[in-house]
């Protein structure tokens, strides 16, 4: 998300289990906190993640073997959990989660960043809560408020004057390549979001990198034999953990915290991310904020916010 893979990462539309929507024992609810907390931490780590990746692999390269190492999670956790397959029904819905999630997402933000900071994709990608939310709504015919409407197109506003201002009037391909991700994520997040009424969120995202598997395999082989490969720790650290942090363990705990807490509270957790991402460009990549990100990034938070209110 990831995440937003932030990304790329799930946003506040995914829908747990009608139980979470209930008020939560006092344990479970501190445990659960806990669980969406530290989703949130690992999605806010897949922009550094992936510019260290960039390190050691190309574009194509880190997506598909990013791709493929998650599948062979996922599938191991299904195996071992003994998940019964799907009903033949789903299948068209996690095909668009994958479509979005596991492969759009992933490989436009890894383009992007090839031109782009980390800082600056953290605040465009920002935008994923509001175009998710506006996506489903048209999508389930939901009629939001107007002040739900005001705060998402003032949150896009947001958005867009920052990345004309920081690629000097124009938008850049690297901004192309990010609002593109928005819309496909967004996509997928609206239809697991769905899916997730009908089963286990953790299951949705497991069954949607299952699907990508074959092409992940074949995508690698080709990608790793196209694209010079020059292993770095740094390089190696990243593919991991956009694998098995971002694309699946960090999906696998916001899902249980969020069946815990409900999705209102888990929402509010997530705000933090962007700024978060903002943090670790600093601490991790040594990147240097212009004035204009953590302000943009506050201003996209106080949109969110105002959307939360207006659709509780």
Same mark, same amino acid.
């Given at each position: 998300?990831t995440?937003?893979?932030?990304?790329?990462?799930p946003?506040?539309?995914?829908?747990?289990?009608?139980?979470?929507?209930?008020?939560?024992?006092?344990?479970?609810?501190?445990?659960?906190?806990?669980?969406?907390?530290?989703?949130?931490?690992?999605?806010?780590?897949?922009?550094?993640?992936?510019?260290?990746g960039?390190?050691?692999?190309?574009?194509?390269?880190?997506?598909?073997?990013?791709?493929?190492?998650?599948?062979?999670?996922?599938?191991? %956790?299904? @195996?071992?959990?003994?998940?019964?397959l799907?009903?033949?029904?789903?299948w +068209? &819905?996690?095909?668009? !989660? $994958? *479509? =979005?999630?596991?492969?759009?997402?992933?490989?436009?933000?890894?383009?992007?960043?090839?031109?782009?900071?980390?800082?600056h994709?953290?605040?465009?990608?920002?935008?994923?809560?509001?175009?998710?939310?506006?996506?489903?709504?048209?999508?389930?015919?939901?009629?939001?408020?107007?002040?739900?409407?005001?705060?998402?197109?003032?949150?896009?506003?947001?958005?867009?004057?920052?990345?004309?201002?920081?690629?000097?009037?124009?938008?850049?391909?690297?901004?192309?390549?990010?609002?593109?991700?928005?819309?496909?994520?967004?996509?997928?997040?609206?239809?697991?979001?769905?899916?997730?009424?009908?089963?286990?969120?953790?299951?949705?995202?497991?069954?949607?990198?299952?699907?990508?598997?074959?092409?992940?395999?074949?995508?690698?082989? %080709?990608? @790793?034999?196209?694209?010079?490969?020059?292993?770095?720790?740094?390089?190696? +650290? &990243?593919?991991?953990? !956009? $694998? *098995? =942090?971002?694309q699946f363990?960090?999906?696998?705990?916001?899902?249980?915290?969020?069946?815990?807490?409900?999705?209102?509270?888990?929402?509010?957790?997530?705000?933090?991310?962007?700024?978060?991402?903002?943090?670790?460009?600093?601490?991790?990549?040594?990147?240097?904020?212009?004035?204009?990100?953590?302000?943009?990034?506050?201003?996209?938070?106080?949109?969110?916010?105002?959307?939360?209110?207006?659709?509780?």
């Open positions: 998300m995440a937003q893979d932030s990304a790329t990462a946003t506040s539309i995914a829908v747990a289990d009608h139980p979470a929507d209930r008020s939560p024992a006092p344990a479970t609810s501190r445990n659960g906190s806990l669980l969406a907390g530290l989703g949130v931490v690992t999605f806010s780590l897949t922009f550094p993640a992936t510019a260290w960039l390190e050691s692999f190309g574009p194509w390269s880190l997506v598909t073997v990013r791709c493929l190492l998650a599948g062979l999670l996922a599938g191991t %956790f299904l @195996l071992v959990g003994r998940v019964s799907p009903e033949r029904r789903h +068209a &819905g996690l095909a668009v !989660v $994958a *479509a =979005g999630v596991v492969v759009g997402f992933p490989l436009l933000t890894t383009l992007a960043l090839q031109t782009s900071t980390t800082s994709a953290a605040v465009v990608v920002g935008l994923l809560p509001l175009t998710t939310a506006a996506l489903s709504a048209v999508r389930t015919k939901r009629r939001p408020s107007r002040a739900f409407w005001a705060a998402a197109l003032a949150g896009a506003g947001v958005v867009v004057a920052f990345t004309i201002g920081q690629s000097g009037g124009a938008l850049s391909t690297g901004d192309l390549y990010l609002f593109g991700a928005l819309l496909i994520c967004a996509a997928g997040y609206t239809e697991g979001g769905r899916l997730a009424r009908l089963m286990p969120g953790w299951q949705v995202i497991g069954w949607a990198l299952i699907l990508t598997l074959p092409l992940a395999a074949v995508g690698a082989a %080709f990608a @790793l034999a196209a694209e010079p490969v020059h292993l770095t720790a740094h390089g190696v +650290a &990243g593919v991991l953990w !956009v $694998a *098995a =942090g971002s363990f960090g999906l696998y705990v916001w899902y249980r915290g969020m069946a815990a807490i409900g999705v209102p509270r888990a929402s509010q957790l997530q705000l933090a991310q962007p700024l978060l991402t903002l943090v670790w460009a600093v601490l991790l990549l040594g990147e240097h904020l212009s004035p204009a990100a953590p302000l943009a990034a506050a201003g996209v938070l106080v949109c969110i916010a105002v959307t939360q209110r207006a659709a509780a």
